[in-house]
């Protein structure tokens, strides 16, 4: 069984994403190949580690990395954890701080901040 998931689009992005597909057909994927084909996830991956090569990132940059920077992100703006749980559709918000990195922030920010 597949999953739909609703994403309402704010304004701004709207508006780009409405210039972004101005005079192609409805049915047309979002992002397609070269030849004209459905860009699939790997080859999405392949685009966003060589970005991150030519940036001279070290880690290993693929479309899972889009969706945890958007948590972290989300999660700065908003400080809502039970929300982005929904959203990742996680059992527990620990698990939600722990896949998006902000458990071990605050470990680090006691470290640095900790002085006898």
Partial sequence: ???NKRFPLNPELKVVLE???KGRPEDEALFITQQ???????QA???????AKT?????????????KTFGYHHYKQFD?????QKIFNH??????????????????????????
């Fill in 1 to 3: 069984m597949k999953k």
């Fill in 19 to 21: 210039d972004f597909v």
């Fill in 36 to 42: 004209g084909n459905r860009l699939d996830r790997n």
């Fill in 45 to 51: 991956y392949r685009i966003l580690n060589k970005a």
């Fill in 55 to 67: 940036l001279n990132l070290q880690d290993k940059i693929g479309t899972h990395s889009l969706r």
């Fill in 80 to 84: 809502n954890i039970e929300l982005l």
């Fill in 91 to 116: 059992s527990y918000s620990a698990i939600t701080l722990r896949y998006i990195g902000i458990e071990q922030d605050i470990i680090d920010e006691s470290y640095m901040n900790f002085y006898l």
